[in-house]
């Protein structure tokens, strides 16, 4: 089946600071791939999608690039601020499981002023 | 413009208690979603239902049934709670499946079982 693997947190940066974290994934066939962020208190909302290979979503500072061929989608932003303090999640949805989403366990993401 | 709409927010129930989470979506989607939320394990999908009048068991349904009573409203309920489902509990709806379209999710509903 579909999974999601990402790195386990927490992430702790200094403002300005570069971010990276890394998702990988198995699935059947070729997927759409998301990441999602949650702030404190609240749902998950979308930041970023990519729908085929190659793709790069970007969002709020944020990139992501679909590479199929090591079957990640690395979430990185140059300079982060204490505003992007969250969780983050990266999922993946495709034809094989019914188009329904799947989530890695999540980031969780702090930055100092 | 709401979305996603849950009630309750917080919840705490006694074991063996029963409830039932609500979920509202005033977007027209087709596609709706139960996930619950546990440290460290990501959101698990409980059911879905992909259009109204179908519901589908999703990853963790054991405990938990649901109905989609329209196109807008989709309930998620404890028969008889137990300590293990303490978690957060989220709703949410898509367009048609996710694919690769976007999920919009409500605020969650915590719920502790004593």
């Known amino acids: 089946g579909n999974s999601v693997t990402q790195m386990e947190g927490p992430v702790t940066l200094s403002e300005e600071a570069f971010l990276t974290i890394n998702c990988t994934y198995t699935?059947?066939?070729?997927?759409?791939l998301f990441w999602y962020v949650q702030y404190p208190g609240e749902g998950l909302q979308l930041l970023l999608k990519?729908?085929?290979?190659?793709d790069k979503g970007s969002n709020k500072g944020f990139e992501a690039t679909y590479r199929k061929e090591t079957t990640s989608f690395h979430l990185e932003k140059g300079s982060v601020q204490v505003s992007d303090s969250a969780v983050y999640f990266c999922?993946?949805?495709?034809?094989?499981?019914?188009?329904?989403?799947?989530f890695g366990g999540g980031t969780r993401v702090l930055v100092k002023p | 413009n709401a979305g996603v709409t849950q009630t309750p927010k917080f919840q705490v129930l006694k074991t063996g208690q029963s409830m039932t989470l609500q979920c509202a979506q005033d977007m027209n989607h087709n596609s709706m979603y139960w996930y619950r939320q546990d440290p460290g394990m990501g959101l698990r999908l409980i059911y879905y239902?992909?259009?109204?009048?179908?519901?589908d068991k999703g990853e963790v349904p054991n405990g938990y049934n649901v109905s989609r009573l329209n196109k807008r409203e989709f309930s998620l309920r404890l028969e008889s709670a137990a300590p293990s489902q303490t978690s957060v509990y989220f709703c949410?709806?898509?367009?048609?499946?996710?694919?690769?379209?976007?999920?919009?999710f409500g605020q969650g509903t915590r719920l502790t079982v004593v």
């Open positions: 699935a059947t066939g070729y997927p759409s």
């Open positions: 949410a709806s898509s367009k048609a499946g996710t694919g690769g379209t976007e999920a919009f």
């Open positions: 239902s992909a259009s109204e009048g179908t519901t």
């Open positions: 990519a729908t085929k290979a190659d």
């Open positions: 999922a993946l949805s495709g034809k094989a499981a019914g188009n329904k989403l799947t």
